[in-house]
């Protein structure tokens, strides 16, 4: 196990470079190009083939590094579930390099898993180390292999065997603060044959609370000789490339923010060209949610496809003018029709600055649905 932080493959920056775009020119996992270290989170619920294709279009293609599919259970995948096999749809025209993350503790089941994953597409295989929920952690899946370093080593390996692409791995920075095990975890880990691992610096014990720990991504992209991704808490383009020039990493991950603003990889691009990142306005907004809607429409039930909408537009409609009282009208909507036709004319009141007659509209038929 290399334990040399100069490694010369390792991207190591320890003063600011000259121009942020000496830098920002990516990294390799294997044989697949990560041409920015900018790297879409993979998020359960979220990152989905629609949502991945209106991050890439609202950014554009060319500035986000890799994208990663919502986590797959290895258990469903492998006995044929058909809505566990729809996780894998993505478009092949635009989304590449495509990563799939699977979950599961059983090495041959992670092996057929990252087999069906790979026939259908994908360029990596990603393990989640990670997920905190206790029905993962209780069959030994996501973060409770934070404490069993060998099952990591016994699945990492299982798949790097079965797979022609890299095989990669995302953890947290340990169980809880009586194990922060992150080094140890990379190095097995990459020892078995993973390629490149990316690291939550929360423990499972913190969920989501509490500030994450950037050093112990430095610490990992310190012991281990392949690129290592750091994530948490990235909230706006100017603090991507911030951490970016401090971090011992290779690339940062987006993801919370990236529903907030799915422009944020376009604006990190713009901020690394000298230009003024973009701002979009509500005509771009609209068109935004319109083109979600219709990706949704494509594959998802018609049942399913309201809620989605209301988790992109609880995000998207938060700090714009007028955005409480959307949220609200939209968590009332029960029909995708009534939905959209309400986020239009939002859309387009604002567009025409005409937000204060559409909010009369708005408290009007607020109050007639809470009578
Ligand atoms: C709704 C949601 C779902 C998530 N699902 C996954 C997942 O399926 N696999 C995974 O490795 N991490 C998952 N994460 C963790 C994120 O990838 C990321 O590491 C974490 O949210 C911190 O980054 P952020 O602050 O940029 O959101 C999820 C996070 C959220 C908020």
């Keep these: 196990m290399a334990n040399q932080p100069d490694l010369p493959w390792i991207p190591v920056r320890r ?4 121009h942020p775009a000496d830098w920002v020119t990516g990294f390799d996992v294997g044989a697949v190009r990560v ?3 900018f790297l879409l989170a993979p998020m359960s619920g979220v990152t989905d083939t629609a949502f991945r294709c209106t991050v890439l279009e609202a950014s554009g293609a060319e500035s986000v590094g890799l994208l990663t599919t919502e986590f797959i259970s290895i258990e469903l995948l492998t006995r044929g579930h058909l809505r566990t096999h729809m996780r894998l749809a993505f478009d092949p025209s635009v989304e590449r390099p495509l990563s799939v993350q699977l979950f599961g503790a059983d090495p041959q089941r992670m092996a057929e898993a990252a087999r069906i994953a790979v026939d259908a597409g994908a360029q990596l295989i990603d393990i989640n180390c990670g997920c905190p929920a206790p029905k993962v952690v209780r069959r030994g899946g996501g973060a409770e292999l934070m404490r069993t370093p060998l099952d990591v080593a016994r699945i990492v390996a299982a798949a790097a065997e079965a797979v022609p692409v890299p095989v990669t791995l995302k953890m947290r920075s340990g169980w809880d603060e009586t194990l922060r095990n992150a080094v140890e975890v990379a190095q097995v880990a990459v020892d078995a044959g993973a390629q490149m691992l990316a690291v939550h610096g929360r423990t499972r014990a913190q969920l989501y609370s509490g500030a994450p720990d ?3 991504v430095d610490a990992v992209a310190e012991s281990v000789p392949v690129p290592v991704i750091g994530s948490g808490d990235l909230v706006t383009a100017e603090q991507c490339l911030a951490r ?3 971090t011992r990493g290779a690339g940062v991950m987006i993801g919370r923010a990236a529903i907030m603003n799915p422009w944020i990889f376009g604006q990190i691009a713009d901020l690394v060209a000298g230009r003024r990142p973009r701002v979009p306005g509500a005509a771009e907004r609209l068109a935004l949610v319109r ?9 998802l039930p018609p049942k399913a496809v309201p809620g989605r909408l209301k988790q992109l537009l609880a995000r998207l409609s938060k700090g714009v003018e007028g955005g409480g009282l959307l949220r609200k009208l939209a968590m009332h909507a029960r029909e995708r029709g009534a939905l959209m036709a309400e986020v239009s004319a939002f859309f387009e009141a604002a567009e025409a600055g005409t937000l204060t007659s559409w909010e009369a509209h708005a408290r009007r038929a607020l109050a007639e649905q809470t009578r």
């Design 291 to 299: 083109a979600f809607d219709e990706r949704l429409c494509a594959y």
């Design 15 to 18: 003063t600011a470079p000259a």
């Design 35 to 37: 041409a920015t270290p």
């Design 214 to 216: 950037w050093q112990v």
């Design 244 to 246: 970016m020039k401090r």
